[in-house]
């Protein structure tokens, strides 16, 4: 459905609820008394109720904005997360602030064998102090590839991983991960969960449960707003913040449920966006509050990240893009925010042009045979659907999008492999495809919500925070083609599965039109736990020497997304579900309280 249409029907729904309340005087009298906090002329009862509603509003809000914060400064917490794992090591990060646990030893075995049976001490950690704040990441070395370990270090935190395969063995034409960002513990609010509790991480763990044992995600590919420093307002820019907000999201309980398979032995692979920093972030990396920003950022993403490009033209030191092959794809991460200048001048710059040059360099360079897929992500998305706050995304950047298309296009018709781009930030999924124009399509396949040709962007967020009424994505050219848009849903992430099928290809110039052997990814849509849309896209594998094909049309496999407004009707089958009443005017205050935020500082 149209979302003009949504909305509008929205609207209509909500005025005639507004006509029959309306007509209905006496409960009228009530529930403006109830939702404008305003006293009633005709009952004292309605007055004092309203009175006593506010009062615990404004209790439920202080314990929003400040349980997690006073009852959990998390200074104690000990944790140990698995990061960036190849074929033959594994990158571990701990965090002990206790000295009495030092020296901490690292152990790890092969999850095959007995736990009483021998260990390997891969090294002893001396010393842990506040410059880190108390961190340390260690890397495994000398591990098998495609085996599962288990690891376990002298202050008994223990987990498990599994090694990528060998390059260029069967086991590495199949990879599947997850992808999402933007996270706010205990969002939706809920007066009785734990304030650090995060639901979103909660479908991941569920999801990765229910899916077979082969397409069970190597890592999650999280496109930064780990934290969010300035929601719902900024309580200090001091490094020391900074690290707290971390260590809070770190404390969160979700990361250990459940017990068997807990979400925490995920590796979880991080960019950096605006709300580690401040929202809309342009102003460098030597402006406060940048440097109290990066500091965790490096200690708890960055040193358990993928390696950097080979070319990085730039010192390695403090290089903030990462990349790495597995299985059938490369990768290329991307940092939006560090190196960017002021959007929307002719020569603004998203990646600065060391990075440019770099991404440029890895677009540009053959990958083995076995590689097919070359997946570019970036904080923020590409495409300039988004008509709010375009030009925080690289809406503000088109003369260096368009460097970047171009190179991307080129290595698609040249280097045998499909480009896909991932990114975040808009709290809303959007897939957007941006043909090359050397296709020379017809109107008729740039239409809006079509599958079809492309360089093909999937946007997906939050993990774990809300989503906005407010349609903001639509197409308004033909170089940015919608595919997809689904705003809807607190908690969202894309399951990719890559894997060898035989395809239909319409495109190839077969008159038999035989099914071709293809590395086929397909990309899944998760809203709340449950999988919502697939696509489909493909890469034959042509035999050497065989001249570059165009790339076959996606394909939409399913497509169960209900469009529905963001108006009264939900908010009365959640009256039903939930707290009622109350936890509904609770919302409209939050919702105004945002807003009035938004105004101040955009939030995604
Ligand atoms: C380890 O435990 C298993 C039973 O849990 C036992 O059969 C085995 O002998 C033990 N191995 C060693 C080396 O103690
Ligand atoms: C670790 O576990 C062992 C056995 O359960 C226990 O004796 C020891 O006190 C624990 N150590 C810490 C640091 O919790
Ligand atoms: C890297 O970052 C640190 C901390 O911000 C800074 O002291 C150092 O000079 C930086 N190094 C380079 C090569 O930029
Ligand atoms: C863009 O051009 C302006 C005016 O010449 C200059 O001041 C600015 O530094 C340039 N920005 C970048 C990122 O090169």
Redesign the pocket.
Known sequence: MDSADGSKSAIDSFRKRVKSTREDESSSSFLKTLLTGLPSRKSKVFTLVTAGVNVLLALLTLDFLFRGMIFYPTSGLAFSRIGYVSPTTAKLLVREPDRAQLPLVVYFQEASKQPNESWTEEGIIYALDDTTDYTYTITLKNLKPSTQYRYSLSNNKTGSFITAPTPGSRAASRLSFLTSSCIKPNFPYNPFSHPLRIPGIEYVSETVAKLPSIFRPSFMMFLGDFIYIDVPMRFGSSQSHYRSEYRRVYSSPSWNVPEDNPAIDLPWLHTLDDHEISNDWSKGNTTPPYPAAADPYAHYHVSANPPIPPSPFASPENTTYFSFIQGPASFFMLDTRTYR?EPA?????ILGSAQLQSLLAYLARPEPADVKWKIVASSVPFTKNWHVGTTDTWGGFLNERRIVFEAMWRAERELGIRIVLLSGDRHEFGATRFPDPALDLKPDDLLPDTAGDGLHEFSVGPLSMFYLPIRTYYQTDDEDVTVKYAPDGNSKFGLIDIDIYDEDNPNLDDPTNAPVPSSVLTYSLYVDGEVVWKYRLAVPLHPPGYAPLKLPPGRVLLDNTVSSGWGLQEAIGQFEENLGWLRDNIREKWWTFLEKERKAERVD
Not at 345 to 349: A, E, F, K, R, W
């Open positions: 200048s001048q002719p020569n603004s710059t």
